[in-house]
Structures are given as C-alpha cells and as structure tokens.
C-alpha cells in the first residue's frame, strides 16, 4: 500500500514536470526513470521504518525480561545482601550446650559470611531469666531465635508464634512442647535438632559394664521435662534386663547434694539422663559419688566426662551446626519451619572416662572411645 501511493505521487510530479519542460520523448523517459528511482526510494523509507519499529519492540521486550529477572533476584536473600539478627538463648553454661552453639554460629557463618549477627544470652539455668531474654529478642524483631535447652525452648514457643524458632539440645519436642499425636514436626513456627541417644541403647551399655548390678538409681532434675522422659523410657528397658531402678530427684542445684548422697548409699550403679542441671554440677555429683564407688552412666559425653564412668554419646556441636544449617534453609531459601522434621545426631559412640574408671577399677571392653581431658 505504502509503495502504491509513493509511485503514484512521483508519477504526477514527474508528469507535472514534464508539461512545464514542453519537451519530446528524452524528457518523458527520464520522467518514467524518476519515477521508478523516487518509488524506490519510498519503499526503503518504508521498510527501514518497520524495521527499526520491530527491533524497537523486541528491544523493549529484551528489556521488560530483564527488569522481571531482577526483580525475581532481589527477592533472594542472598541477592539482596540482607543481614539477619539471630537471638540465641542458652539454659545454661556447659560443655555439651556450649559446643551446640558454636556448631550453630559456625554452620550460619561458613554459609552466610558477614551477613549474621549473633547476639548471644545465657540464662544461667533459670526459665524466667529464660523468658525475659526471649521477650528481648522478640522486641528488638529477630530474624531469627535459637533456643539451647528444653527450658530456652518453652520459653520460646511462650514468646512468639510468629519468629522462626530452631531447638537445640532438646531431647523429645513432643514432651517440651506437650504435643500430642507427635508425627515428627510441630506445625508451628518450632523446629530443631535433637541430643537424645537411643535409650535402649544406653540400657544395653549400662548392662554390658554392670551385668551383676541389682539396684539402679535414675538422679534427675524434677524440673526438666526432658529428664523424666528419659529416666521413665530407660526404666522399661532396665527392667526388662533384671534390675530394680529407683528415681532420685531434685528440684535444683541446691538440694543436689543430699538426693545423690542418699542414691549413692542405697544403689549398685547411677544413672544420668542428659540433664542441664546436673551437666552444670557434676563436680558436686562426683565428689559423693568417686569415694563411695558408685560408678555413673551418663546420658551424654559433658556428664561423663565430669563424674561418669561411660556413655552413649552424640556430637553437640553436630546437632548445632544442623541446627545452623535448618536456619539457612529458612533464612535464604523460605523454607517452612512448621514442616521441617527433627534432626537427629547421624552417629553414637561408646565412650569412657579413664581417669575414673581407673580410679574405680573398671575395665572397659573393645569398642569404646576415651574422652578427651578437657583443655
């Protein structure tokens, strides 16, 4: 169309100057070529416009694609270079709870660089020191809270529905957290990893070190959740293996003392479960027990180590780097807290303490581990 109509105008231009030139046939010829040339010359006017119109199109287009790809980039965490505050909350200082945390800020730190910052509170055993920390890290919007301990954990879930929470160091969610129907994951905003050695297990070790024992004593701390979970799963198994067990309780570190001097006068063999309150005591526990000959089966390695003869024991810095692992998952690539399952240590070992089954004359069989002495 756009040819047609550049033809015909040069045509009546050419025409009209022709008329006015009053000459023969030369004229007329070169009139037809103007023609041509100017009709010509139309169509590439015509062509190079619709080209430069398309490549103008697909330039927007090449253009709109890229903004979508930068506006999908920047909602990635790592895109964006967004830093996170993550609250950590500890029951209480000691070795297994101590190493959990720096698996965790080690996981965050190889993974995130310098975009993490930790702010670090220890409750010194006390839940409501427990609470008012959460409730800190709750007004100051965290990004994310780490709770170390059972204690630390349940003053979490009290403290928001809304913030990430990862666990650490908790032996049973479905007890700490009083679910029912456990299926693995909490449906809430609550996740973790767990210490809990397979109990059965450690029933086994106990029997394995002490087949001649009659009385067990099952020294726990009445407050933790976590602790009678433990002492009335491995009860059945003892049991079930020949041995009476008798509970020994208290009610915190002050009264310590007089329950494990009367457990060590009454029993062949003690029992610890992985308790925080007894983990933060051990000297007190090992000062009664060593010079009655009362050896201790610890429920975890930090125990052991202080006034145990063996255990069954995990890794506490494995559990919290998985812990800073889940927190990565949820942080930088949404993960849904509510339906990320527990995490279980990948491994136990059978460990010793040589200074006081030496001490105590007790040979230790193939296959277990010495604990390290402490640094």
Not at 234 to 240: F, M, N, S, V
Request: glycine residues 10%.
């Amino acid at each position: 169309m756009k040819k047609s109509m550049a033809m015909a105008a040069a045509a009546i231009l050419a025409l009209s100057l022709a008329g006015c030139s009053g000459q023969g046939s030369e004229p007329e010829e070169t009139s037809a070529a103007s023609v041509e040339t100017a009709a010509e010359t139309e169509d590439t006017k015509a062509e190079d416009t619709e080209a430069t119109g398309e490549a103008s199109e697909e330039s927007g287009q090449a253009e709109a694609e890229e903004d979508a790809k930068e506006e999908a980039g920047s909602a990635s965490g790592s895109e964006s270079g967004e830093t996170y505050e993550i609250g950590i909350c500890q029951l209480v200082q000691h070795p297994a709870l101590d190493s959990a945390t720096e698996g965790f800020q080690a996981a965050l730190t190889e993974l995130l660089g310098d975009r993490v910052d930790f702010d670090l509170q220890n409750a010194a055993g006390d839940s409501a020191t427990c609470a008012s920390i959460i409730n800190q890290f709750v007004s100051s919007g965290d990004s994310l809270i780490l709770a170390n301990g059972t204690a630390a954990l349940q003053a979490a879930a009290a403290g928001t529905n809304e913030i990430p929470i990862l666990g650490t160091s908790i032996t049973d969610y479905a007890t700490a957290l009083d679910i029912d129907g456990w299926t693995g994951t909490t449906g809430t905003n609550i996740s973790g990893t767990s210490d809990l050695a397979p109990l059965d297990e450690q029933a086994q070790l106990l029997n394995e070190l002490f087949p001649e024992a009659k009385n067990v004593g099952l020294l726990y701390c009445s407050a933790e959740a976590n602790s009678a979970y433990q002492v009335n799963t491995i009860r059945g198994y003892l049991e079930e293996l020949g041995y009476t067990c008798t509970d020994y309780t208290f009610a915190d570190s002050n009264d310590l003392a007089s329950v494990v001097t009367n457990a060590a006068s009454s029993c062949d063999v003690i029992y610890i479960p992985t308790d925080n309150t007894a983990a933060s005591s051990t000297g007190i526990i090992n000062n009664i027990c060593l010079p009655a000959g009362i050896p201790i089966i610890a429920g975890e390695e930090g125990i052991c180590g202080g006034c145990g003869v063996a255990t069954l024991s995990i890794d506490y810095y494995d559990i919290g780097y998985a812990a800073g692992e889940m927190a990565y998952q949820i942080l930088e690539e949404g993960a849904d807290v509510s339906s990320m399952e527990i995490a279980y240590a990948p491994e136990v070992t059978k460990k010793y303490n040589a200074d006081i089954c030496s001490e105590l004359g007790i040979e230790v069989p193939e296959g277990y581990e010495a604990i390290a002495a402490a640094e």
